[in-house]
């Protein structure tokens, strides 16, 4: 390894450090805290049947909660409830804009922050498998498809003498997320996934705390960008040899 490799590694690593330490302090007890106070019938029933003019979320995520492809929506089933109130948050405030349904600020306005609660909590506690996307399909949508080997090395190792930190840094093996802050990125929709770090690179979005995806992402080519995307929606949850797959207990 070289020099630079080295001295590249250790700026990344104090940087992850810097920015993680005072989110992870600052999240404190209250995700749990605030996840008790959910009504999980009426996150469920905003889910499936919507409410007042706000249509149900299933209309896009899916009856079964894993996204769509063709409409660039993302899995939402299993996510982490302090992620998903927060993007809902966000979407109701204007911190986060949707550029691809062009629906969701709209509809976090029309909940009140406790059916936000709600919805958050219904699709955490909802596990789904990590199915991920059908890349036949995906191609025959005209999306361009990674190299899965070379999405593999990026995620897990990253490429520091480009800037790129491993995806595995904030958000564990193979993306499974590491909760309160960082989200399941393991199974999610690959459209999604190529869509959402390419709004990071370009800073059309913006949400993200510290800054970190825009730091990440505004070093990542295309090629990268659908290569990382191309595993991560198919990447295992578990690792060669050992099946057992993390139980998060804090949302």
Same mark, same amino acid.
């Given at each position: 390894?070289s020099?630079?490799?080295?001295?590249?590694?250790?700026?990344?690593?104090?940087? *992850?450090v *810097?920015?993680?330490?005072?989110m992870?302090?600052?999240?404190?007890?209250?995700?749990?805290?605030?996840?008790k106070?959910a009504?999980?019938? $009426?996150?469920?029933?905003?889910?499936?049947?919507?409410k007042?003019?706000?249509p149900?979320?299933?209309?896009?995520?899916?009856?079964?909660g894993?996204?769509?492809?063709?409409?660039?929506?993302?899995?939402l089933? @299993?996510?982490?409830?302090?992620?998903?109130?927060? %993007?809902?948050?966000?979407?109701? /405030?204007?911190?986060?804009?949707?550029?691809?349904?062009?629906?969701?600020?709209?509809?976090a306005?029309?909940? /009140?922050?406790?059916?936000?609660?709600?919805?958050a909590a219904?699709?955490?506690?909802?596990? %789904?498998p990590?199915? @991920?996307s059908?890349?036949?399909a995906?191609?025959e949508?005209?999306?361009?498809?990674?190299?899965?080997?070379? @999405?593999?090395s990026?995620?897990?190792y990253?490429?520091p003498?480009?800037g790129?930190? /491993?995806c595995?840094?904030?958000? %564990?093996?193979?993306?499974?997320?590491?909760?309160?802050?960082?989200?399941e990125?393991?199974g999610?929709r690959?459209?999604y996934?190529? $869509? %959402?770090l390419?709004?990071?690179?370009?800073? /059309?979005?913006?949400?993200?705390?510290g *800054?970190?995806?825009?730091?990440?992402?505004? $070093?990542?080519?295309?090629?990268?960008?659908?290569?990382?995307?191309?595993?991560?929606?198919?990447?295992p949850?578990?690792?060669i040899?050992?099946?057992?797959?993390?139980?998060?207990?804090?949302?």
């Amino acid at each position: 390894m070289s020099d630079k490799t080295i001295q590249g590694l250790r700026k990344m690593a104090l940087v *992850a450090v *810097a920015l993680a330490v005072p989110m992870a302090a600052s999240a404190g007890p209250e995700p749990g805290k605030v996840m008790k106070t959910a009504n999980i019938e $009426n996150g469920k029933n905003i889910y499936f049947n919507g409410k007042g003019d706000v249509p149900a979320c299933a209309s896009c995520h899916g009856q079964d909660g894993l996204g769509d492809d063709a409409m660039g929506t993302p899995r939402l089933a @299993g996510q982490g409830f302090t992620y998903v109130r927060k %993007q809902l948050e966000d979407y109701a /405030s204007d911190k986060r804009m949707d550029t691809t349904m062009f629906v969701m600020n709209a509809n976090a306005k029309g909940l /009140s922050e406790q059916d936000r609660i709600d919805v958050a909590a219904y699709l955490f506690q909802w596990k %789904q498998p990590y199915t @991920g996307s059908d890349l036949k399909a995906v191609e025959e949508l005209g999306q361009p498809i990674g190299k899965r080997h070379l @999405g593999k090395s990026l995620v897990i190792y990253g490429a520091p003498e480009r800037g790129i930190t /491993s995806c595995y840094a904030c958000h %564990q093996y193979n993306g499974r997320g590491a909760y309160p802050i960082y989200p399941e990125l393991l199974g999610q929709r690959y459209v999604y996934l190529v $869509n %959402q770090l390419k709004k990071w690179r370009d800073e /059309s979005r913006t949400n993200d705390p510290g *800054a970190q995806m825009r730091e990440v992402a505004k $070093n990542m080519s295309d090629e990268d960008i659908y290569n990382v995307a191309t595993y991560l929606s198919t990447a295992p949850p578990s690792t060669i040899g050992n099946s057992y797959v993390p139980y998060h207990p804090i949302p």
